[in-house]
C-alpha cells in the first residue's frame, strides 16, 4: 500500500511540474523512514527508491548499516556529542543551525552535504538560524569549511504564516543567496506530507514526505 502512496505522490508531483507553468528543477522525494523497519527499507529499494531521511541516531546507525549503498539524511536537531557518528552515517544533514557544527564538520573533514536549517516562521520552539543571520552564517561557512548545497525549513505547527507566506519567504532568501555566491547550489529541503504540493510551487528541490507514504 505504501508504495502506491509514493507512486501517487509522485504524479502529483509531475502534474504540477506540467500545468504550473513554472521552470522548476526535478524534485526529489526525501522518504523520512522513522519507526520503519528494514523489510519497508528492503521494498523500497527493490522499486528502485533509495533517499531516506532520518531523525533519530540510533536508526540512522542501523539502516546505513544494512543500506550502505543507499542515500541517508539527518533531518533533526543535533546534539554535539553524537555529531560525528551522525556524519560516519550519513550522506546528507539537512539540520544544521551552528557555527560550532559547521566548524566540526571542517575539522573533521565530512564529504557529505549539508543545509542550513531556517527559522522561518520565528518559532521560538523550532531549531534554526534567524532569517536575518543567514548572510553571516553563509559568510562564514565560506571561509570555515564550504558553502551549504542549500536551505531547509520545518513549518511551524502553530501556523503564523500561511505556506505559501513561509515557502515565499524561503524562495526570497535563497535567490539573494545565489546572487551573492557563485558557486552556491541554492538547493530548498522544504515540504512535508502536508504542504508539499506548495513547498514544489516555491522552488522545493527535496521533499521530505513520512505519513504521507505511510499513514500516521
Excluded at 538547493?187 to 500516521?216: C, H, P, Q, W
Aim: charged fraction near 30%; aromatic fraction near 12%.
Amino acid at each position: 500500500m505504501f508504495i502506491g502512496n509514493l507512486d501517487l505522490i509522485q504524479e502529483e508531483i509531475k502534474k504540477i511540474n506540467k500545468y504550473s507553468n513554472l521552470s522548476i528543477t526535478e524534485v526529489e522525494i526525501m522518504i523520512v523512514t522513522k519507526n520503519q523497519n528494514s523489510k519497508v527499507i528492503t521494498s523500497l529499494v527493490k522499486e528502485g527508491y533509495s533517499y531516506f531521511g532520518e531523525n533519530r541516531v540510533d536508526e540512522l546507525i542501523e539502516k546505513k548499516s544494512i543500506f550502505p549503498n543507499s542515500r541517508f539524511a539527518f533531518i533533526a536537531p543535533i546534539q554535539s556529542r553524537k555529531f560525528q557518528t551522525i556524519m560516519d552515517c550519513s550522506d546528507e544533514v539537512h539540520s544544521i543551525s551552528r557555527m560550532k557544527e559547521i566548524q566540526l564538520m571542517a575539522d573533521y573533514s565530512w564529504s557529505g552535504d549539508y543545509y542550513l536549517q531556517i527559522n522561518i516562521d520565528k518559532n521560538k520552539n523550532k531549531s534554526g538560524i534567524e532569517i536575518e543571520d543567514t548572510f553571516d552564517f553563509f559568510d562564514y561557512a565560506h571561509q570555515k569549511y564550504k558553502l551549504p548545497k542549500g536551505l531547509m525549513c520545518m513549518r511551524s505547527l502553530e501556523k503564523t504564516l500561511s505556506p505559501e507566506d513561509s515557502f515565499q519567504l524561503m524562495k526570497e532568501i535563497n535567490n539573494k543567496l545565489i546572487e551573492k555566491y557563485e558557486e552556491y547550489e541554492g538547493g530548498l529541503s522544504m515540504g512535508m506530507s502536508n504542504d508539499y504540493k506548495e513547498a514544489i510551487i516555491y522552488g522545493a528541490t527535496v521533499v521530505r514526505i513520512g505519513s504521507g507514504i505511510f499513514g500516521k
